[in-house]
C-alpha cells in the first residue's frame, strides 16, 4: 500500500512568485487536506478536497486555492507569494470526511521557503 | 471556532519516566478527540483517538481519557523511552465542523537515556 507523497520536498521561491505543490493521496482515499505547519507551531488547515469539490476552507486568503484530480490526487497553488508563506505544507489524505473516520494519513510535507 | 491549549514544551524526561501532556479544548457539539504525533523527519501519524465522553484511547502504551466534564484528553505514559522523543499534538473534531481537525502548538519531548 503506497502512502501519501508529496512533491517537491523542499523549494525555495521569492516574494511575489506562485508555486504548485503536489500530494497523490494513499490508495483508496478519496478526500485530500492541505494544512500549513509554520515553525514551532501546529499544523492550520487550509482546505479539504472531497471527490474534486472543495469541501470545506480554513482562514486563508483565496491566493490559496487547490484542485482534486479523478485519480484524488491534489495540488495547493500560492499566488502572490509573501514572506509568511515559509512554512511545511502538509497533505493528508482520508477514506472519508475527518469527522466521519478522524484519521488522516500525512505526507512527509513539502517545505516552502520564501525569500 | 474550536480551539486547543496544549502544555507548553519543552518536555525534557530521563528514560522510563513518567509522561503527561495537558490537552484542553473548546468545540461545538461532541467532538472526537485525537493525538498524533510527529517523530523527527517524518510526517504526523495517528498516536489515539476517543470518539465520546469517557472513551480511553491507547497505543503503544499511551492513554489518554476523554474527559467531557473538564473538557480535557491529556496524553499519559507510564515509562517512556527514548525513541518515543518527538512532538506530539492534540486535535479534537467537532461535530459542527467535521472535515477539519484543529492542532494545538505541539508539546516536544525529549527522552535521555
Known amino acids: 500500500e503506497t502512502g501519501v507523497t508529496q512533491s517537491p520536498t523542499h523549494l525555495i521561491k521569492t516574494r511575489g512568485q506562485q508555486v504548485t505543490l503536489r500530494c497523490s493521496s494513499q490508495?483508496?482515499?478519496?478526500?485530500v487536506s492541505w494544512y500549513q505547519q509554520a515553525l514551532g507551531q501546529g499544523p492550520q488547515f487550509i482546505f479539504q478536497?472531497?471527490?474534486?469539490?472543495?469541501?470545506g476552507r480554513g482562514n486563508f486568503p483565496p491566493r490559496f486555492s487547490g484542485l482534486q484530480f479523478p485519480n484524488y490526487s491534489s495540488e495547493l497553488n500560492v499566488n502572490a507569494l509573501e514572506l509568511d508563506d515559509s512554512a511545511l505544507y502538509l497533505c493528508?489524505?482520508?477514506?472519508?470526511?475527518?469527522?466521519?473516520?478522524?484519521?488522516?494519513?500525512f505526507g512527509e510535507g513539502s517545505r516552502l521557503t520564501v525569500l | 471556532g474550536d480551539s486547543v491549549t496544549q502544555m507548553e514544551g519543552p518536555v525534557t524526561l530521563s528514560e522510563e519516566a513518567f509522561l503527561t501532556i495537558n490537552c484542553t479544548y473548546t468545540?461545538?457539539?461532541?467532538?472526537?478527540l485525537f493525538w498524533y504525533v510527529q517523530y523527527p523527519g517524518e510526517g504526523l501519524q495517528l498516536l489515539l483517538k476517543?470518539?465520546?465522553?469517557?472513551d480511553k484511547g491507547s497505543n503503544k502504551g499511551f492513554e489518554a481519557t476523554y474527559r467531557k466534564e473538564t473538557t480535557s484528553f491529556h496524553l499519559e505514559k507510564g515509562s517512556v523511552q527514548v525513541s518515543d522523543s518527538a512532538v506530539y499534538f492534540c486535535?479534537?473534531?467537532?461535530?459542527?465542523?467535521?472535515?477539519?481537525?484543529?492542532f494545538g502548538k505541539g508539546t516536544l519531548l525529549t527522552v535521555n537515556p
Open positions: 490508495s483508496g482515499h478519496n478526500t
Open positions: 493528508a489524505s482520508s477514506p472519508g470526511l475527518a469527522g466521519n473516520t478522524g484519521e488522516l494519513f
Open positions: 478536497y472531497y471527490r474534486e469539490e472543495e469541501n
Open positions: 486535535a479534537p473534531v467537532s461535530g459542527g465542523s467535521n472535515y477539519k481537525l484543529t
Open positions: 476517543a470518539t465520546k465522553a469517557d
Open positions: 468545540a461545538t457539539g461532541y467532538p472526537s
